[in-house]
């Protein structure tokens, strides 16, 4: 899964979070779990997010229960990693 907030340095084997999550340092699991995150749809949680977002045009925004329910769409109804 690719954030749109990360950035990952091969080189030094390094992951970077551009707005400052984690210290700085993300693992794969705290991208996944980032209430920030801003990539590929993990599951369904994020597609309902993207759906509401796009036919509102982000005139409303996410609030702690609509995270909830992401989490939980997103747990309960993942999507499959595609191999890289």
Same mark, same amino acid.
């Given at each position: !899964?690719?954030?749109?907030?990360?950035?990952?340095?091969? +080189?030094?084997k %390094?992951?970077?979070? +551009?707005?400052?999550?984690?210290?700085g340092? =993300?693992t794969e699991? /705290?991208c996944?779990?980032?209430? +920030?995150?801003?990539? =590929?749809s993990?599951g369904?949680? /994020?597609?309902?997010?993207?759906v509401?977002?796009k036919a509102?045009?982000?005139?409303?925004k996410?609030?702690?229960?609509?995270?909830?329910?992401r +989490?939980a769409l997103n %747990? !309960?109804m993942?999507y499959?990693?595609?191999?890289?």
């Open positions: !899964m690719s954030c749109t907030h990360l950035t990952v340095y091969k +080189e030094q %390094k992951r970077f979070c +551009e707005i400052g999550k984690y210290e340092t =993300p699991e /705290d996944g779990g980032c209430s +920030e995150y801003s990539g =590929p993990r369904l949680g /994020d597609t309902v997010k993207n509401i977002s509102t045009a982000g005139k409303v996410p609030c702690a229960p609509c995270q909830k329910r +989490e %747990k !309960m993942g499959k990693k595609k191999e890289e």
